[in-house]
């Protein structure tokens, strides 16, 4: 086997295979939980699978958070396999702030189960036990958990093709069919926290037995974990379905399951992100289109969506043909292309669209406005030459950064490469991870790589905003797609008379409108920034002699594009000041006889309280500028 070329700290070394992160025991710091290798998380005990750039992940890194909340998940199924053997393992995951683990059990568990199950992961942690790889045949895995009687586990190996190797991890008398990564160590579980539990069925078919699933988080300190406790509590105040109705932002209701209800106030919110969107978009050349909401099923068969995405469908039969509702813009654009003769002049094309999507979510799976079944996105697909690729992801990668800096969101980065059910050639996905990968190679991005998660027509970036309480959520997502202009016939003439396939670039930033203002609401906890702000000034006479002048104030405002209220209510000032506040109003411009007399307002502002006066009408070239949209 050839050596591997490790860069480190920019030193470049040069290392024989079976090298571990581990044996850099110089360059190591004492806070590392895993490596990041060219993007693939590693172990730091197991052998790095290439060489490449070699960084450190800590449990500062959201890829050494999952790590770290992987391996603890399985302290919590051996912990209830010490209490229960003859209980029988699901799977276990991390999420974005905790983890779960699905597991069969005889009998209910009981209120003090949790703590019992809590005290036995301490008492592993405290045994310190080694974390390690094991690789078997398929032959060996099947034997291995046949005979621990683990039945999901065998069902989950047989799915598995022959031939394949099968890695499992082993901690003490406990082994986990696992592909990983984990931690060195059940030692550096300093601190644990079950929090919840609920039943899920098998695979999440109803047909399947019921699972009980047990929810934690953990952290490598009791004070981490205290400071994570503390904002659960922040996290309650802000959620948005509480929020959303206490703004008179949006509503839900019986009739409309997963459909929001959207009051002015919220309505506007919808509409300031929409025209944001708009003008970084056209600024950059995109052209904004609309396409049918409903498409014969002949569309989502041609296009692949049928046979990978139907159950996610609302669908309807008619005049005894079969319809169904758009899911995704995407089969709709590459109708457009097709209308007319394209040459290599006119791309790339960019069409946006902002109209209404549906995708069919279960009931229980619905959440306010983070999980929902009619949306809308701010989607757009890039019809360009291969030669193009590189300039319109940069130029989308561009775009994904203002945005996301528009709203204090820093973001991380993940390659979700060719799934199982993938359509089209081998040698065509092959080429598209390449070029994808090549751009993140040339901006300098960080990225992990999640194995067989893109989209099925391609591998795609999905990108993650990290909001001010420190959760995640995917939001952007970029697919670079070789399969639809093969499906669709797309073709353009090439400067020598040729026909050549465009390629799809398909791109949504904000991703669903509905899920980014929920996300915003919980962001901001309701208190959004000036240019954002529903309502942006509220205009409060003391009096009843100041209404006239309050009203003209709010005319001025209006006419240069500011939301504004006048609250002539028969009210005590305080009392319209403390309401203001409720409602989280950026700016209140006061009036009173004085500033009648003074042709001035006295300004208050949400954060910084009274501000004092300021002269009217100057003090209006201010305020627009001071609500200008943050367009880069």
Not at 486 to 493: G, N, Q, R
Not at 513 to 526: A, C, D, P, Q, T
């Amino acid at each position: 086997m050839n050596d591997l070329t490790v860069e480190i700290h920019g030193e470049v070394l040069v290392k024989e295979p079976g090298v571990r992160p581990l044996d850099f025991r110089e360059e190591i710091p004492e806070n590392a939980l895993a490596a990041w290798i060219d993007g693939d998380v590693v172990d730091l005990k197991r052998p790095l699978p290439h060489g490449g750039q070699l960084q450190w992940l800590t449990f500062e890194d959201s890829s050494g958070q999952r790590v770290f909340r992987h391996s603890s998940a399985h302290l919590l199924a051996q912990a209830v396999k010490r209490l229960w053997p003859e209980a029988k393992l699901g799977t276990g995951p991390a999420l974005d702030d905790g983890f779960y683990y699905d597991i069969w059990l005889p009998n209910p568990l009981k209120e003090d189960d949790l703590q019992r199950i809590e005290e036995m992961m301490r008492t592993i942690v405290q045994e310190n036990l080694d974390i390690e790889r094991v690789e078997l045949s398929r032959e060996e895995a099947l034997a291995l958990f046949k005979d621990r009687h683990e039945d999901f586990k065998l069902e989950i190996i047989q799915r598995i093709p022959e031939g394949t190797t099968i890695s499992a991890y082993r901690q003490g008398e406990f082994i986990d069919l696992c592909s990983g990564p984990h931690l060195p160590s059940t030692g550096l579980i300093q601190a644990i926290k079950l929090t919840n539990v609920s039943g899920a069925y098998w695979r999440g078919n109803e047909n399947n037995p019921m699972m009980t699933r047990i929810y934690g988080t953990s952290f490598p300190s009791q004070a981490a974990l205290q400071q994570y406790m503390e904002r659960l509590e922040e996290v309650k105040q802000r959620d948005h379905r509480r929020l959303g109705p206490q703004l008179d932002l949006f509503s839900f209701r019986e009739e409309a399951p997963g459909f929001a209800f959207w009051h002015p106030k919220g309505f506007q919110l919808y509409r300031t992100l929409e025209e944001f969107s708009r003008r970084l978009q056209s600024e950059r050349g995109y052209e904004e289109v609309s396409t049918p909401w409903i498409y014969r099923v002949g569309l989502w068969q041609r296009s692949g969506h049928w046979d990978h995405y139907r159950d996610n469908m609302f669908l309807m039969e008619r005049e005894d043909e079969l319809l169904g509702a758009k899911p995704m813009n995407c089969p709709g654009h590459a109708l457009l292309f097709k209308e007319s003769i394209r040459s290599y002049r006119d791309l790339p094309i960019r069409y946006a669209e902002y109209g209404p999507l549906s995708r069919f979510e279960r009931s229980g799976t619905l959440h306010g406005l983070l999980r929902v079944r009619g949306f809308h996105q701010d989607d757009a697909h890039l019809f360009v030459r291969e030669d193009q690729i590189n300039q319109e992801m940069f130029g989308v990668l561009d775009l994904v950064d203002i945005v996301f800096r528009a709203f204090g969101l820093p973001y991380e980065v993940v390659f979700s490469t060719r799934p199982d059910d993938y359509m089209g050639s081998l040698e065509l996905w092959n080429k598209a991870e390449k070029d994808l990968e090549a751009v993140l190679h040339e901006r300098g991005i960080k990225y992990q790589i999640n194995p067989g998660d893109g989209a099925f027509y391609g591998p795609k970036l999905d990108i993650s905003a990290i909001d001010s309480l420190g959760r995640h959520w995917q939001l952007a997502t970029v697919q670079l797609d070789f399969q639809l202009p093969e499906k669709f016939d797309l073709t353009y003439v090439d400067q020598d008379g040729s026909e050549k396939r465009p390629v799809m670039i398909h791109r949504a930033i904000m991703g669903s409108v509905e899920r980014f203002v929920g996300i915003l609401v919980e962001h901001y906890g309701g208190a959004f920034p000036l240019w954002l702000a529903p309502v942006q000034v509220v205009v409060i006479p003391i009096t009843d002699q100041q209404l006239n002048y309050a009203q003209e104030i709010a005319q001025k405002l209006k006419r240069q594009g500011l939301r504004v209220e006048v609250d002539a209510r028969n009210q005590k000032m305080n009392y319209k000041i403390r309401e203001a506040q409720l409602r989280k109003i950026p700016r209140m411009l006061i009036v009173g006889g004085r500033d009648l007399e003074n042709h001035t307002v006295s300004v208050r502002t949400r954060e910084e309280g009274d501000i004092g006066a300021k002269p009217w009408p100057e003090y209006i070239d201010e305020l627009v500028e001071q609500a200008q949209m943050p367009l880069g």
